[in-house]
């Protein structure tokens, strides 16, 4: 990649499939097992903030029995190596909650849907970094307040950091897609944005995706083998 200075990576679920962690879409998948609907919307938690507090812990539990795979891996090193090359940039975002990008060695990694583990409170807006339940409603740490959710972007709500995401994506010369079904937006949009801004474009993921016709060029294949085969 000599010609690349600026490089903007996009991740789903499909890059932590391999760890063991439920996509969304798939057969059996999370949205399969709940409706979209009552879990993963403010309207969900204001109805029933039980059924989402535990649903979010069920997920945050199941962390402690995954762990990061060679694609995650093979990210940190790119992340290694990219820090060394003079004026290069690289963003690595993604739509994933679980902490695999870190534990896999990464260590600027934008969630632009949240964490599993963090918590908001809706009381003071604090953010603190969560681990355990929040079924049982334990009071914010710096407020004290009842009223902490978990620090996930819902349907419906702003995801974070998008002037910043949307700044890389305009002066990108590569974008590259790993394990995403393009199905959600604003993220399924950004290979686009790239393109139009002349940006060079690559998808890796396990089969078509709703995107893959944007791409300059899609490789088929699970994420464990094709990014560090494109990272070496
Ligand atoms: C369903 C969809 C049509 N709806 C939306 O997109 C909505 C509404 C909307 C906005 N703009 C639109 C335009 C058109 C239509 C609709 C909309 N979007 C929103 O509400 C967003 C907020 C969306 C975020 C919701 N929160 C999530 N997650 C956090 C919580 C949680 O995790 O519980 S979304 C969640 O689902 C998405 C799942 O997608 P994937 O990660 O791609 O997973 P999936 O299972 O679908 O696919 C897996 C892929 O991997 C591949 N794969 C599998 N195994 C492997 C393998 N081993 N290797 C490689 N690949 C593999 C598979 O082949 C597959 O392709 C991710 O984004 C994930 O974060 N907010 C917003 O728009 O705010 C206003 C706004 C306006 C302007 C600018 C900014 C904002």
């Known amino acids: 990649m000599p010609d690349i200075r600026k490089l903007v990576i996009l991740t789903g679920a499909g890059i932590s499939a391999e760890s063991g962690i439920d996509t969304f879409r798939a057969e059996g998948g999370l949205w399969e097992q709940h409706r979209v609907e009552d879990v993963a919307t403010p309207e969900g938690f204001a109805r029933d903030p039980d059924l989402v507090l535990r649903f979010y812990d069920m997920r945050r539990a199941a962390l402690a029995g995954v762990q ?38 990464a260590n600027d990694v934008l969630h632009m849907h949240g964490q599993l583990n963090s918590a908001l409170c809706n009381a003071c807006e604090a ?11 334990p009071p914010c740490p710096v407020c004290g307040a009842y009223a902490l959710r978990p620090d996930v972007v819902w349907f419906g709500e702003m995801p974070y950091d998008m002037d910043t995401i949307y700044a890389s994506i305009r002066s990108a010369d590569l ?28 998808e890796l993921n396990l089969e078509q995706s709703e995107g893959s016709a944007w791409f300059d060029e899609s490789r088929l294949g699970p994420a464990g083998e094709l990014v560090p085969a494109w990272v070496e």
């Not at 974008?175 to 949009?189: E, H, K, L, N």
Request: with cysteine; glycine share 10%; proline share 4%.
């Open 127 to 137: 953010r603190s970094p969560w681990t355990g339940s929040m079924a049982d409603r």
């Open 68 to 105: 990061p795979n060679a694609a995650h891996r093979a990210l940190a090193q790119l992340e290694r190596e990219w820090a060394k090359r003079d004026g290069c940039d690289l963003l690595l975002v993604t739509q994933n909650v679980d902490d695999l990008h870190e534990r896999g060695g």
């Open 175 to 202: 974008f590259v897609s790993i394990g995403t079904s393009g199905a959600v937006y604003p993220a399924a949009g950004f290979v686009r944005d790239a393109a139009e801004c002349g940006a060079a474009t690559l």
